[in-house]
């Protein structure tokens, strides 16, 4: 087993207010770990943590074995990417630029963008399936074109972590599917990802591994069938939501939905009816 990033006993606070204490995982190369929890939890705040945008006060984390305070700047952009959940454009950079933005770590001094690295840059446009986007001016997109964008650069950038934090927010229901379907494509590729979400269902459907954060800290850890159950999301959201299997899938329903649903079923088949839910729907 391949350990790419570890977390060790992590601990940040803003001024005298404690964000998190205490926060130890483990991520496995070519895995991808979704952080899952409610808004104001520190997730972001711990991912900044990890790519030393913050410094912490206590613990460690270790990145391809190595301890990050050892890390310089340089290095860090050779071993991790970034996609963040909001960036506004300073300057009306095409979004081929932006992209080729990603290749900076690895230009040679005076030798400046090779072909190699352009080439690199428009295959990642490709993998979204955005190349019709090439030569628009970035800060003219809309916000989930702008995301998808950042996804692109942080491909091009060829890091063996990416860290994105909530990739899908901005983006409709068929690109949000679209970009988690990327992401378990890159990470069978090899790298590993973490990424932060607030929808249980995509990182159940999509992750390896899923650690759970609330306001005292980690909650779960482990493979998503282990850790998105009904007594880890009633810990979260104080008894919102339920999970079902679905033809063998499961899903993060609202509980009043579900009861609905539950009432429907029992008039339906008093009625002596055809069930208007599948009879697999069972809950979990």
Known sequence: MIFMMQVRDLHFSYGKMPVFEGVSFDVEEGELCGLFGPNG?????LFKCCLKFLKFHRGSVIMNGIDITDHRIEKMAKLVAYVPQEHKPPF???VKEVVLMG?????RGVFGISRKDKERALDALEVLDIGHLADQPYNQLSGGQRQMVLMARAISQDTKIMFLDEPTSALDFSNQIRIWSIMRQ???????????SHDPNHVSWFCNKVVVMNRNGIVAEGAPHHVITEPVLDEIYQGVCTVRSMGGSRMVM????????SDEISIESRRGMRSSVPAEVELI
């Open 41 to 45: 939890c520190g997730k972001t705040t």
């Open 92 to 94: 009306p950079y095409l």
């Open 103 to 107: 290749r900076t770590p690895h230009l």
């Open 186 to 196: 890159v990470a069978e590729e090899g790298v590993t990802i973490l990424a932060c």
């Open 254 to 261: 609202p509980r009043m939905v579900a009861d609905r649903e």
